[in-house]
């Protein structure tokens, strides 16, 4: 079954084609990778589909809507989450708060019964408090709960942003290079980390440049080139594909 | 949750010192002053949820002092004798009306105080949101010059308009009626209890607005003035989120405006003024910014050092320096220093003892 | 002709304001008490010396005071915020304000009319205008063309442009982008005072009449487009032109309350200002 349908979509700044009509699937319960060249358009793609950017043609279906015209926040209530190239954690807010926000689609709290402190809102903070536990604990940062975000290592950051990610429950995570400047432990227990979520039943999108990592742990991979898709397959054709190994060697290869 | 009321608590304890002071040494005249600073600190309380915690400037909130301030005014001395109609007829016969007899002898029928109140807090609402959508699009200088303008634009139109009275304000503004017998008024009489309405007004405000920074929509908001665009990725509705905001730190502004000008029995084009927005906007860096009792204690001192004429034909001048001298030396705020870590030790203790429980 | 009058001083703080935007990225909302400065001093200086050294010596002074802004508030601060920036103007802009008032206390002062008197008027091919009117017009497109000269012909004007595109490339060329920063603030409070002394005549200056000005001057700058000089002489006109229309219809009093609207309007519809491309705006940081 597909989750996630992109159909024609083209994005263009100013004489910059950065993605032209690009169509591609992502099946529900899978790990689908996007690889391609530095400029290939990959960060601008997440954009579009995630509501930060609108398209300038073409439509986006995400569990049978259309939502090309959405919010980045009406995309996420939907259960369209992402995560960002350069970690955005919340400053001046602790692991466990960071967390706690991941939680606010699904709790009701508005500012008036904020301030009333209605009783409804006590269960409603104990919940959301117990969740972000289960979720810190899953990803084995439950110890770090009272540290400022910020302050923790830069592996660490990228666990909590995929973390808050998970809070929200979404259907499908979007990760913007999860492995961008994690050493090589650390990139190996992110992959198991990827896995691990497909298993608990949430569709996965990646960007990545890490090939091994890709390869280890993607169902199916695009390869984009000048903002268009060159490319999509099993990880083990993608590799013996001549245009992709043209496109990344180059042509006197 | 002991820990968010504890200081509520030691405030008021502070407020009622204070009064027993002045009782003992015989300068309950101060009250009058004091009273008058609880009014401005709720201004200032609403605008530092605004600046500190969802990170929005204004530059105009001495406006809905006065769009507050005016409405009541103008309404509890408009004198509806005058003008005799059907709509008039029917106000009167649902009791939203009250004569009282005017300065001179004859008599007045104009709206009831509290009827004006709902009419000033209804069109504060209403301008909030009008204003608030156009303008939180905004960032950085825009937003800064945008709610200037604002500010300066009511302050054009009190100071131009003949029924507002121009230059010279709206004087005779009758006592706020409130149950129990009691009134906000100036009268030295009431002296006293008004003062103890007025700060139990602050600190009913107060704990609203702590319970609202430690509530789900705090923390969003937090996550506003952090990181937007990762906030917005989160499913907060980052537009919303502020816009309400303002129109919650407009309310408190409004509030404000009405109760003060029926204590001091009147309103002049000063309180629309620019000086006095930037005063709003001074107390509350100096505060700490996103610093709810910091912005309330130097509200306190400065408010009441100023009314009381400590600072002279100076009085803006200091204002501007305080303002200069923060963002020079300390932008995040004077008190916010070393109340950051005892904050965090707060935070840090607080759901420790709620599992526990 | 009044339109057209108060369209230059309003480029005039424009322009100002531009010169430096472009040289900081930030706006000094303190641009109006240069033009106020200016005046007040001219006024207090005619009293001793001739009105022509008057003018020039106020022009210094405020210069002077320009660059001493310049040096001891913004130069040191490293990387400030815009908010930081815009309060610290601010504060500026209210330290000047009151510094005025306890020099000058709260009274109106003019400038003689620069020749004739306020009376008389000048018949141009039957239209009869002051005098004044003609001395803020020529000396106004006097200092854009003398701007528009110094910034495309001489090299240290070049060198203000250089750090404006790029003020990292420009420090590598060996050009001391702080001391174009002090020389931006001086230009402009140079230009402010002088506007402050064509226009006194007409319209008279007081300790607080800046922040007006500074508005509208912000209105004009961004309706020209932020940055954007030559864009500003035609918006300045613009505002000045509807301004004196609006007072046909609405009470005087509400004449500033105009003028704010429109650069609301503008911000909330097109902040890009009605010359500039949305797609420039975008890219400058704020």
Redesign the interface.
Known sequence: MTLLSVRGVSKRF?GLQAVNDLSFDVATGSIKALIGPNGAGKTTLFDLI?G?LPPDSGEIVFGGAEIHAM???EV??RGM??T?QHI???????V??NI???R??H?R???L?????LPF?WG???R??EKSFEIMELLGIAAHA?T?AVRLAYGQQRVVEVG??LA?EPKLLLLDEPAAGLNMRETNEMGRLISRIRDMGVTVLLVEHDMSLVMKISDEVVVLSYGQKIAEDRPLAIQKNREVIRVYLGDDQ | MARRYLPVAAFAGLIVAIQLATFFTGTAFHLTQLTMTAYYSLVIVGLCMLIGYAGQISLGHAGFFAIGGYVTAFLTTFNLKLHPGVFVSLLSKSGMLVARPDAYGGSLLTVHPWLACAAAILLTVVIAYLVGGPVLKLKGHYLAMATLGFGIIVYRMVLGTGFLGAADGISDVPGFPLPAGLAITGNSSARVSNYYLAWGLVILGMALLLNLVHSRVGRALAAVHGAEDAAGAMGIPTARYKLNTFVLSAVFASLAGVLLTHYNGGIGPSEAGVMKSVRYVAIVAIGGMANLWGALSMSLVLNYLSLRGYFGTYDDAVFGVILLLIMLFAPDGLLRRHLLSDLKRAVSRNPAEEEAS | MAGITYGTIYAIVAIGFNIIYNATGIINFAQGEFVMLGGMTAVTLNQFIPLPLAILAAVVITTIVGAFIEIVFIRWLHKPSVLRMVIITIGISILIRETALHIWGESVKALPYFTGSSGSSINLGGVYISSQILWVVGIGALVVAALGAFFNLTMLGRQMRACAANRDAARLCGIDAGNMVTLSFMVSAAIGALGGCIICPITYVQYDSGTPLAIKGFTVAILGGLGNSTAAVGAGMILGILESFSIMVLPTAYKEAISIAILLAILFVKPSGIFGSAEAARLKEF
Do not use: D, Q
């Open positions: 100013g995630s930060f919010s980045s926040c996420a209530v989450v992402r960002f955005r954690l919340f400053p001046k807010m602790t466990l708060e706690m926000v991941g606010h689609v709790s709290a508005g500012f019964a904020g301030m009333l402190n809102t409603e903070e104990r959301i408090r009272r400022e808050r990610a929200c």
